[in-house]
């Protein structure tokens, strides 16, 4: 396992270069001039020619990816051409929100969708089964700027029952913490959720045709038991695989809720970098979302181990 363990990280290092090359060089194909979004319009063209000298701009394209990915390795993200701010302080505030965020939300689609998926295989060609694989297919045609506005009208403003934006962090107010945080997650979680539940009812189905459950149906055992004992603890590694694929669109999902519930959080962080022209920042978020999507991967395949030790590394 240890092996295993330091192959697979070794592998990751050729796979993060060549993202940050890709997200170097197409964040600096954006048109327009950073210098004329940081000075404005009126800046004059020896301003704008001293602010690039300083912010390296004048450097060739190779030389200043150097420069970026040397400072990635010294541990220096680099500093906003904004604010002046170093990005990996700025990183570190903005991560706990979005973090949270994450977590609540696959803890969410875990909780519906497992239990959804299983009711599913269970009651397979009946009406509950129909009604589920309805829900999860409308879960995941709803884009997520959709749910998110419809949400906020029918919880936020109809209702008021939740906040319909806005941050409050936990260590202020655990409880307005939470409510600020229900909306967003299950906004995120619902297309989780809808993955989840497909994903187990069909492995599910795979292992009820498998020899192992017969035996145990022949053996007299409880359905209740043969299910979730058997049957479950089999079919849980492929929704592992999907889980963890789900990671990333879990990210990506963030930056528009994050920014309609206007959450100060990575992908809050990375759009206003965006529109501001703050190509530091960006660069600093996007990698470090790559990084954890790699990593929650590799953790993905530890798991299986753990859960049926028929798998070897």
Request: net charge neutral; charged share 15%.
């Amino acid at each position: 396992m240890t092996g295993y363990l330091i192959r697979r990280l070794l592998q990751l290092v050729p796979v993060v270069l060549v993202v940050s090359m890709l997200l170097f060089v197409l964040l600096r194909l954006m048109p327009g001039d950073p210098t004329v979004d940081i000075l404005g319009q009126e800046a004059t063209a020896a301003d704008r020619a001293a602010l690039r000298a300083d912010l390296g701009l004048d450097a060739p394209l190779w030389q200043q990816f150097t420069d970026w990915i040397t400072g990635i390795v010294r541990g220096d993200l680099g500093s906003s051409w904004l604010t002046g701010e170093e990005i990996g302080g700025v990183l570190g505030e903005r991560l706990a929100a979005t973090v949270e965020l994450g977590i609540i939300a696959l803890l969410f689609a875990l909780l519906i969708g497992i239990p959804a998926g299983v009711l599913a295989a269970v009651k397979r060609r009946t009406p509950t089964d129909t009604a589920l694989n309805s829900a999860g297919l409308l879960a995941l045609s709803a884009p997520h700027f959709y749910l998110a506005a419809l949400l906020i009208l029918v919880f936020g403003l109809w209702l008021k029952w939740l906040p319909p934006s806005g941050y409050v962090p936990f260590t202020q107010d655990p409880a307005e913490n939470l409510r600020h945080m229900v909306l967003p997650a299950v906004t995120i979680g619902s297309t989780i959720a809808a993955v989840t539940m497909r994903q187990t009812r069909a492995a599910l189905l795979a292992a009820f045709n498998e020899d192992y459950i017969r035996t145990a149906e022949a053996s007299g055992l409880s359905r209740r038991r043969i299910v979730g004992v058997y049957a479950l603890r089999n079919a849980i590694v492929p929704v592992v695989t999907v889980v963890a694929l789900q990671i990333g669109a879990l990210m990506s999902a963030t930056v528009v809720t994050e920014t309609v519930f206007t959450v100060p959080g990575m992908g809050t962080l990375i759009v206003n970098g965006i529109f501001s022209r703050d190509l530091p920042v960006v660069q600093g978020a996007v990698l470090m979302v790559v990084v954890f999507v790699l990593l929650v991967n590799l953790l993905a395949d530890l798991v299986y181990a753990w859960l049926d030790p028929r798998i070897t590394y």
